[in-house]
């Protein structure tokens, strides 16, 4: 009787995490949706809410995002920079990788007006990101590694900027525009190289099956 028990038991936790994990996955495809589109303090709820019930959540395949850069990108595009920089504080303490997350600290500390460490920060994620995207396309190239930044759009502003950042003087404005795209496209990106590689091995698919 005490064996069914904590079956039955262990059975209910695993369908409410379940349940927990679908609706934070929900929550962050919706706060994607929202931040994409320019719809910033619906994407601050969504990711806030998600954050609340999985703080340890990450989105992602190829490239993974925790919840709290999600969290801390939202705070900036709505102009909560003192929470911006400590949320994304916070992800970065977690995963000192997330180059998203630094580029967009740098952003926060730039616009709050500490810009020697905000272009720190700045060139640090940028860099982090193009040596990602030299990484995928060149370990992954015969998988779906082809499929990200295929016309090197977004390496080619980060050499940009990097070469501009090396100057004496340079743009501040421009800089933290081309910041922001840089975010932003690289979140596009990720979409668009799933899309392009279900594409590919549907094509791969009614190839094999037209053969005799």
Same mark, same amino acid.
């Given at each position: 009787m005490k064996s069914n028990t904590l079956a039955a038991l262990f059975s209910l936790l695993v369908t409410l995490s379940a349940c927990t994990s679908l609706h934070v996955g929900s929550e962050v495809a919706a706060g994607r949706h929202a931040l994409l589109t320019g719809n910033n303090e619906a994407a601050l709820g969504y990711f806030q809410s998600a954050a609340q019930k999985d703080p340890e959540y990450k989105y992602g395949t190829a490239l993974k995002q925790g919840i709290w850069t999600y969290v801390g990108r939202s705070e900036y595009a709505t102009g909560k920079l003192p929470q911006a920089r400590q949320t994304l504080e916070k992800a970065l303490s977690a995963n000192k990788d997330e180059d998203i997350g630094r580029l967009y600290l740098g952003l926060t500390l730039a616009r709050s007006g500490d810009r020697q460490t905000g272009l720190k920060e700045i060139e640090g994620g940028m860099r982090g990101i193009n040596d990602w995207l030299e990484w995928v396309t060149e370990a992954h190239r015969f998988s779906f590694g082809q499929f990200w930044d295929p016309a090197r759009e977004i390496r080619t502003k980060i050499q940009g900027d990097l070469t501009m950042i090396s100057g004496r003087e340079f743009d501040w404005q421009k800089l933290l525009?081309?910041? @922001?795209?840089? !975010?932003?496209?690289?979140?596009?990106?990720? &979409?668009? !190289?799933?899309? &392009?590689?279900? /594409? &590919? /091995? !549907?094509? &791969?698919? @009614?190839?094999?099956?037209?053969?005799?």
């Open positions: 525009t081309d910041g @922001e795209w840089i !975010a932003i496209r690289m979140e596009e990106e990720g &979409d668009l !190289a799933r899309r &392009d590689e279900s /594409r &590919d /091995r !549907a094509r &791969d698919s @009614e190839g094999k099956s037209s053969q005799p």
